[in-house]
Every structure is written in C-alpha cells, then in structure tokens.
C-alpha cells in the first residue's frame, strides 16, 4: 500500500512544501515502512512508527519477562522536560546497555539519575548500524522473536507506563526507529534538515519468528 501526502509551507510553522511517500509492504512475516520525501525550502523532518508491542500473546502479561536486545553503544540522555541534552552517552556499566539480550524490567529509580527521571525507559538510542538486526525483542512465554532493521540512526524505546493507567491489565512496549530527537537544536547529532534537490529515503521493518 502506498500513502502519499503534501504539507504546504507554514503548516505548524514548517518551511517548504513537503511531498512525502509512506510504503507499507507485507511480505511473508515482515512488515516493513519506507519513506521517501522531497522540499522546496529547508525543513527539518523525522518520519517514523509508534507501534506497541507485547509478543507474548496475551496484553495481560507484563512485558519485564520479555528480553530487548540492541546494537547500541550510546543512548540520548534527556532533561527533567524529556529532551535529549545533547550527550551522546556509554551505555556501558549502565541500566541502559542491552548490547546483550536482557529483561525489559524497569531497575530501580536508585540505579540511575536517567531512571528515576522517567520512572523507566523513555530514551532513544543510538544505533551502531554494523549489522542486522538493530533490535531484537524476545518473548519465553510464546516464543516468537521481533527483530528490526532501519536505516536511520536511532531507536526510540518507550515502556508504555501509561497504559496500564489508560487499560488496566494491558502492557506492551513501545520501539521507535527515528531519527535522533531535537537534532536541528544539536550540532553533534547527525542532521535532520532536508534541502531542495535531496530526497530522503528511510525505512524499517518487523520480522516475526518463532
């Protein structure tokens, strides 16, 4: 299926009219979205997806026995207003270091200044972009295995805290591939302005295994 859109100049303060192709394509068990944009004027943009998932099976289930593993090295540390500071951080020796397949349970408020100012993870990461999968999300209770795979450089990965307030009993977890937040505000994060003559090209996809 492929969605096409037109933002004109001005709309929500945005410079340049904005073409933009969204592509969604299934294929055995992938899903995959890509994007294609074109502007007359400089523009920041960040196409991406805010899917939640819990692989289990069954949204009752709490997702802390789930495992989240990531090919990231760095993450964004963010302000009490949740943006990102600028840092570009180590995960390692960090609650935030799933380099290696590990349970999606919250730590402690106590194990990190960056958790006790979320009450959890609400942070995107930066990824390494050697290999594939980028992430990978790993449910024991059914099996099935989530991997993705993106050309853009960072994960966002939310822990959907507020569903259980919203729909009692349900739980899920929020992976966000994008680009890196507020990065026209920070010269060191890789830009997000795109320019008359250039068209961006980005995509990601979900495979589902068991």
Not at 4 to 11: C, D, L
Not at 13 to 24: K, S
Not at 25 to 46: C, F, G, K, Q, W
Request: hydrophobic residues 35%; glycine residues 6%.
């Amino acid at each position: 299926m492929k969605l096409r859109h037109r933002s004109p100049t001005g709309i929500n303060g945005f410079p340049g009219n904005l073409d933009v192709t969204a592509m969604i394509n299934v294929y055995r068990n992938t899903l995959t979205l890509s994007y294609e944009a074109t502007t007359d004027a400089p523009t920041p943009i960040s196409f991406t997806w805010h899917p939640y998932f819990n692989i289990s099976g069954d949204p009752a289930r709490p997702i802390d026995e789930q495992q989240l593993r990531m090919a990231a090295s760095h993450y964004l540390p963010i302000n009490d207003a949740r943006v990102p500071t600028g840092e570009i951080a180590p995960v390692d020796g960090t609650p935030f270091d799933f380099r290696r397949a590990r349970s999606v349970r919250v730590p402690p408020p106590s194990s990190h200044e960056q958790i006790r100012l979320t009450g959890g993870f609400d942070h995107c990461w930066v990824l390494d972009n050697k290999s594939e999968p980028d992430a990978e999300l790993y449910s024991p209770a059914s099996g099935v295995r989530m991997q993705i795979a993106t050309n853009l450089p960072g994960l966002q990965v939310y822990g959907a805290y507020h569903l259980t307030s919203a729909y009692p009993g349900w739980h899920a977890i929020c992976l966000e591939p994008e680009n890196f937040p507020d990065a026209p505000n920070h010269a060191n994060f890789p830009s997000s302005i795109l320019r008359p003559g250039e068209t961006h090209k980005s995509y990601m996809s979900f495979t589902f295994l068991v």
